[in-house]
């Protein structure tokens, strides 16, 4: 199926908090908990997901991106993907390459194909991770420094392939409990000097070698759990967050940041919040 798209004329991506120029979303149009992935839907599959509430709070979501200035590009809901709305994880921009992901949990294998589609016929440098498994969710980027998390979505394998690639980057692999699914649900960065963390989630290890880089603030374990570590910077200090996570927020502001509130509380159900919905193409 052809994908008629608004074309994105480059990629370039160098952190998390850059402005956000052009990202890729979509709808949670068959958002559904068939098969438990992680421990949020776990704590949510009986109630499972509203999607006529997700799909509404999502549009809010992305009425409110374009408000800002971003370009918002939204890929086709497919049945088959109860998942997709968390673009984030089936590809991420490192530079000026697009890298699409090898898929960690088979019930989303087959939604990096959608994307590889779009991309088939822009001009952009696209380059796929075959290696072993690696989901975006597990990579974050500052700079010359990638961060990616060693998780049951990401293998070591596939980062050490990534290390070979990028000889000119500081390829750092961070573990942490794989029960909070990706390295974005407990960490975030959210300027060259502050980022979000969870600490319960990390060895000291680890741990102190971020406080080294950042100035650390920390997420209680009940602002974790409604993924107070996951929001979306757009740039100029502004960050997208969820209400339910008035700590966070708070913190936020206190650090000077506008704190953009919308509500995505059924989305977040399926264990991802506004990073994990987002695959950014293009920040300056």
């Not at 961060?147 to 990028?166: F, H, N, P």
């Not at 409990?177 to 990706?182: A, M």
């Not at 960050?239 to 995505?264: Q, T």
Request: include cysteine; charged fraction near 25%.
């Amino acid at each position: 199926m052809a994908i008629t798209l608004k074309p994105t004329e480059k990629a370039l991506c160098r952190s998390e908090y850059d402005s956000l120029v052009s990202v890729i979303v979509c709808e949670p149009k068959f958002m559904h908990i068939s098969e438990v992935i992680n421990e949020t839907q776990r704590h949510y599959a009986d109630e499972n997901i509203n999607r006529t509430l997700a799909s509404n709070q999502h549009q809010k979501f992305v009425r409110t991106l374009r408000s800002h200035g971003v370009e918002v590009i939204e890929l086709p809901p497919h049945q088959e993907f109860p998942e997709q709305v968390f673009t984030r994880d089936i590809g991420f921009t490192l530079g000026s390459t697009i890298f699409v992901s090898s898929m960690g949990s088979k019930i989303r294998q087959g939604e990096e194909d959608i994307l590889k589609e779009w991309l088939g016929n822009k001009n952009v440098r696209l380059q796929e991770i075959s290696n072993g498994k690696m989901e975006g969710g597990d990579v974050l980027i500052d700079g010359d420094t990638i961060y990616i998390g060693v998780s049951g979505r990401t293998a070591q394998s596939s980062i050490k392939s990534l290390r070979e690639m990028l000889p000119d980057y500081n390829v750092v692999s961070m573990p942490f409990n794989p029960k909070y699914l990706h390295l974005d649900c407990v960490f975030n960065i959210l300027s060259s000097t502050e980022a979000l963390v969870f600490p319960q989630a990390f060895r000291k290890k680890e741990l102190d070698f971020l406080s080294k880089r950042y100035d650390l603030i920390e997420v209680s374990k009940e602002e974790q759990f409604s993924l107070g570590t996951n929001v979306l910077s757009i740039g100029d200090k502004k960050v997208f967050s969820l209400p339910v996570n008035p700590k966070v927020n708070n913190n936020l502001r206190k650090r000077g940041y506008e704190v953009i509130e919308v509500d995505l509380s059924e989305i977040i159900k399926s264990g991802g919040s506004f990073r994990c919905c987002t695959m950014p193409i293009l920040r300056k």
